[in-house]
């Protein structure tokens, strides 16, 4: 799976082997240390979350990657820059894109574009 926008067409047995996964993730962390080792994450918030913010960037760096945290009032998101293009270029820096974005559509064009 390249991206993941919606749980809609997941369906009960892919949704238990996530939570499954988890757990086994949860319970021995350092087993995992290097799983996403030099990878990078980048988080886009248009509506900002400390829990969503920590949790992510703390999961990227027990996970043994680092993220990037760009909130879109401090960006020319939407303005000079669109959202296609944001996710062009970003998806040539960073190797995951996580978005908590108003609008749906928005999302999809952001994993359409990346």
């Not at 369906?11 to 949860?26: N, R, V």
């Not at 401090?74 to 296609?84: H, I, R």
């Not at 293009?85 to 908590?100: E, H, L």
Request: with cysteine; hydrophobic share 35%.
């Amino acid at each position: 799976m390249k991206d993941l926008t919606s749980l809609i067409e997941w369906d009960s047995e892919m949704i238990s082997k996530l939570i499954k996964d988890s757990s086994k993730l949860k319970k021995n962390p350092k087993k995992y240390s290097n799983a996403l080792k030099n990878k990078s994450l980048l988080i886009i918030f248009e509506k900002p979350s400390m829990r969503t913010r920590i949790s992510f960037q703390v999961g990227m760096h027990q996970l043994g990657g680092y993220a990037v945290v760009m909130e879109t009032r401090d960006t020319p998101l939407g303005g000079k820059e669109s959202l296609s293009d944001t996710a062009k270029a970003s998806s040539r820096y960073c190797n995951i894109i996580a978005a908590r974005l108003f609008k749906q559509e928005d999302l999809e064009e952001l994993a359409q574009n990346s």
